[in-house]
C-alpha cells in the first residue's frame, strides 16, 4: 500500500505520476481519475480532421492541457523541447513544423510512454526527434541548446489529486523557470483543461 501523499519525498511522487502515465500508454481504455484519449484531446482543441489522419497510437494515450499549435510560433530549422511530450501528438506537429534541419526534443518521466512516442516517430518515419526520459526539474540538455520550449507548467498534467496538483505547479513552475533562464529560449504555457477532474 502506498504511503499518503503528505509523506511522500519528491523523489516518491515523481515515481507515482512515472507509474500511473506508463499504465496510461500500455493500457489507454483503463480507468483513470483524468481524462485520456481522443475525445478529451478533442475538447482541448485538437480538430476531427487532424486526429482522424493520425495513427490512434498517437492520441489514444493523450493526456495533455490544450492544443498549443495555434500558439507555438516554430519555424524551420529551430530546436523545440516539449516537457511531458506523452505518446507524441505535439512531437510529430513540431517536427514537421521544424523540419529536417531542425530538432525536437521529446521529454517525459514514463519510460512506457517515451517508448510509445519513440515507435510512433519511427512508424511516421518523424527523423528529427530525440527521445529524454527525465524529470522536468532535471533535464539532460546544455546551456543554450533550444530555441522554444512547450510545457504545461504552470500548471502540470491533469494531477492524481488535489495535492499532487499543488505540488506539481510549485515544482513544474520552478523547473520551467529554471530551464528558460539555463537554455535562454522561449517558453510557452499550455491552459490546462479541467474537464473530469477527479481528487
Same mark, same amino acid.
Given at each position: 500500500?502506498?504511503?499518503?501523499?503528505?509523506?511522500?519525498?519528491?523523489?516518491?511522487? &515523481?515515481?507515482?505520476?512515472?507509474?500511473?502515465?506508463?499504465?496510461?500508454?500500455?493500457?489507454?481504455?483503463? &480507468?483513470?481519475?483524468?481524462?485520456?484519449?481522443?475525445?478529451?484531446?478533442?475538447?482541448?482543441?485538437?480538430?476531427?480532421?487532424?486526429?482522424?489522419?493520425?495513427?490512434?497510437?498517437?492520441?489514444?494515450?493523450?493526456?495533455?492541457?490544450?492544443?498549443?499549435?495555434?500558439?507555438?510560433?516554430?519555424?524551420?530549422?529551430?530546436?523545440?523541447?516539449?516537457?511531458? #511530450?506523452?505518446?507524441?501528438?505535439?512531437?510529430?506537429?513540431?517536427?514537421?513544423?521544424?523540419?529536417?534541419?531542425?530538432?525536437?526534443?521529446?521529454?517525459?518521466?514514463?519510460?512506457?510512454?517515451?517508448? &510509445?512516442? &519513440?515507435?510512433?516517430?519511427?512508424?511516421?518515419?518523424?527523423?528529427?526527434?530525440?527521445?529524454? #526520459?527525465?524529470?522536468?526539474?532535471?533535464?539532460?540538455?546544455?546551456?543554450?541548446?533550444?530555441?522554444?520550449?512547450?510545457?504545461?507548467?504552470?500548471?502540470?498534467?491533469?494531477?492524481?489529486?488535489?495535492?499532487?496538483?499543488?505540488? #506539481?505547479?510549485?515544482?513544474?513552475?520552478?523547473?520551467?523557470?529554471?530551464?528558460?533562464?539555463?537554455?535562454?529560449?522561449?517558453?510557452?504555457?499550455?491552459?490546462?483543461?479541467?474537464?473530469?477532474?477527479?481528487?
Amino acid at each position: 500500500m502506498e504511503k499518503p501523499l503528505a509523506q511522500m519525498t519528491a523523489r516518491e511522487i &515523481k515515481s507515482v505520476v512515472a507509474k500511473r502515465y506508463g499504465e496510461v500508454a500500455i493500457d489507454p481504455k483503463g &480507468k483513470f481519475n483524468f481524462p485520456v484519449g481522443r475525445r478529451f484531446a478533442e475538447s482541448v482543441g485538437y480538430s476531427r480532421q487532424l486526429l482522424d489522419k493520425a495513427p490512434s497510437s498517437l492520441w489514444e494515450s493523450f493526456t495533455g492541457a490544450g492544443n498549443p499549435q495555434p500558439y507555438i510560433d516554430v519555424t524551420s530549422g529551430e530546436t523545440v523541447l516539449d516537457l511531458g #511530450c506523452g505518446a507524441g501528438l505535439d512531437l510529430y506537429l513540431y517536427a514537421q513544423a521544424t523540419g529536417p534541419e531542425g530538432r525536437v526534443y521529446g521529454l517525459d518521466l514514463s519510460e512506457e510512454m517515451v517508448a &510509445k512516442a &519513440k515507435h510512433n516517430m519511427e512508424m511516421l518515419n518523424a527523423k528529427n526527434v530525440e527521445f529524454l #526520459c527525465a524529470p522536468a526539474d532535471n533535464i539532460p540538455l546544455p546551456d543554450k541548446s533550444v530555441d522554444i520550449e512547450y510545457t504545461i507548467f504552470p500548471p502540470i498534467r491533469v494531477p492524481l489529486s488535489v495535492k499532487l496538483f499543488e505540488f #506539481c505547479v510549485v515544482v513544474g513552475a520552478q523547473s520551467s523557470l529554471k530551464l528558460y533562464l539555463r537554455l535562454h529560449c522561449r517558453t510557452k504555457y499550455a491552459r490546462i483543461s479541467m474537464i473530469g477532474f477527479a481528487a
